[in-house]
């Protein structure tokens, strides 16, 4: 039930800010009042007044005093406190360097986001040079194969309020979105995988299967994938999905007794 103390002015403001700082995602890009307006959905004037507070407290910069923002220090060290303090990012980080070195692609463990996917851990191989995530990437759940994995296997209801949130989304191609979902559920039932190629970032794929994880049976994504012009994604399944399904059983193993809450 939601409490009177959940609607103060000071609750919204935080919940504001605090989504306005989440609009910065994995592409890296600077991005202004208008651009945050259209990620947020808020007011130009709300937009304004929070970016004027994160500078001042040193949450954000400006990118050579223009009108763009970027993510500054205070942002920064809140993540880098987590992944100190993470036990999970201790215990999983050399398991996936190694599978990564193995695979030759950059491996990754994510957890959900309000309807992105957040890459808790992530490790990339010397092969790997034109993919651009790392921990602390925001990817969309309908387009990628981290996320689908993940709406596969929340609980029906769960699964079906997920969707349709994703699908009020402006912008969105719902019959595309329900096609590709549709199609890595049925790979996810047959083979425990399912795929993306070229959809969130032109040239990419990404693999990945669902976990349950920890004490808290807690539900996270592992996935790998690369950048290339064109994949011969027969054999790159071939290859990884096994590592993948092996991968999966070792990381369940390694958290068994941890709390792995995000």
């Known amino acids: 039930m939601t409490t009177p103390a959940d609607t103060t002015p000071v609750t919204l403001t935080v919940e504001r800010g605090l989504e306005v700082l989440r609009a910065f995602r994995a592409d890296r890009a600077p991005l202004s009042n208008a651009e945050l307006v259209r990620r947020t959905g808020f007011p130009k004037a709300t937009v304004s007044r929070i970016t004027a507070t994160l500078i001042r407290i040193g949450f954000l910069r400006r990118v050579s005093g223009g009108r763009q923002f970027e993510l500054s220090a205070g942002a920064l060290s809140i993540g880098h406190a987590y992944l100190e303090a993470s036990p999970v990012t201790r215990l999983v980080n050399p398991f996936l360097q190694t ?147 092996a991968a999966g059983h070792r990381l369940t193993e390694l958290l068994a007794d941890v709390d792995c809450e995000p």
């Open 99 to 245: 599978l990564a070195d193995k695979l030759e692609l950059c491996v990754a463990l994510a957890v959900p986001d309000h309807l992105d996917m957040l890459y808790i851990a992530c490790r990339t191989s010397a092969r790997i040079a034109t993919l651009r995530l790392g921990v602390g990437t925001l990817l969309p759940m309908e387009t990628t194969s981290v996320g689908r994995a993940h709406l596969y296997a929340l609980p029906e209801a769960q699964r079906r309020e997920r969707i349709a949130a994703i699908l009020a989304t402006p912008g969105k191609n719902a019959d595309v979105v329900r096609k590709n979902l549709d199609t890595a559920f049925e790979d996810l039932r047959t083979t425990g995988v399912c795929m993306a190629v070229g959809e969130y970032q032109r040239n990419a794929y990404g693999i990945a299967l669902p976990l349950t994880v920890g004490r808290t049976r807690t539900l996270m994504s592992l996935n790998c994938g690369a950048v290339e012009l064109e994949p011969d994604m027969t054999a790159i399944r071939k290859r990884a999905i096994p590592a993948l399904h």
